[in-house]
Structure formats: structure tokens, C-alpha cells
């Protein structure tokens, strides 16, 4: 009964709700029950520690949000002043180029 398939182990299982199983099939269910509540407690655990592991200090949090933000409004900026600066003498250089000048 170790290595039963989905299928099989819905059907046991459901058999064992009834007590529909042998006595010899009702100790391995239960065998296999110990198993499993055993692997949910093992994962529960390990879920639980890396829960804890993510909760970090708000306020460590808010800094680094800060510091996201700052860097992000002066890329910003210097994007906008470059792009300022390059477009003028572009329109320009084009004008002069296609001979759109005022005369």
C-alpha cells in the first residue's frame, strides 16, 4: 500500500471512512495516514520558518522604498533634461539641413 496511485488510495481511503476494510488493509491505511500527517507537519514547518524568514522590519522596508523612489525621480529627471537639451539643436540641424530656415 506504499506506493498506491491516487486513485487507488481515494477509493482505500474512502473504504476506510465506511469501515468497509479488512482489519489487516485498515492497519496499513492507518500506517499511511501516520505518513502523511507526518509529511503535512514537516511542510507546515518548513512553510512556517520561511514565513518567518520573509517578514522583515517595515521600517527597513520603507527605506528601501524610499531610496527606490529617490533614484527612480532623479533617473527620471535626467532623462528629461537630456532629451531637453538634445531635441532643440536636432530641429535645428534638421531645418538646416532641408533649408527650412527663415530667410
Known amino acids: 500500500m506504499n506506493l498506491l496511485n491516487s486513485e487507488e488510495f481515494k477509493s482505500n481511503f474512502k473504504k476506510y471512512r465506511e469501515g468497509t476494510l479488512t482489519e489487516e488493509e485498515e492497519i496499513q491505511m492507518e500506517g499511511e ?10 511542510l507546515e514547518a518548513e512553510t512556517e520558518d520561511e514565513a518567518n524568514e520573509s517578514n522583515r522590519n517595515p521600517e527597513v522596508d520603507r527605506k528601501i522604498l524610499r531610496r527606490s523612489q529617490s533614484s527612480a525621480y532623479i533617473r527620471t529627471g535626467l532623462i528629461a533634461l537630456v532629451v531637453g537639451l538634445l531635441i532643440p539643436p536636432s530641429i535645428h540641424l534638421f531645418a538646416m539641413v532641408f533649408d527650412l530656415l527663415p530667410q
Open 33 to 42: 495516514l501516520d505518513k502523511l500527517e507526518q509529511y503535512q507537519a514537516f
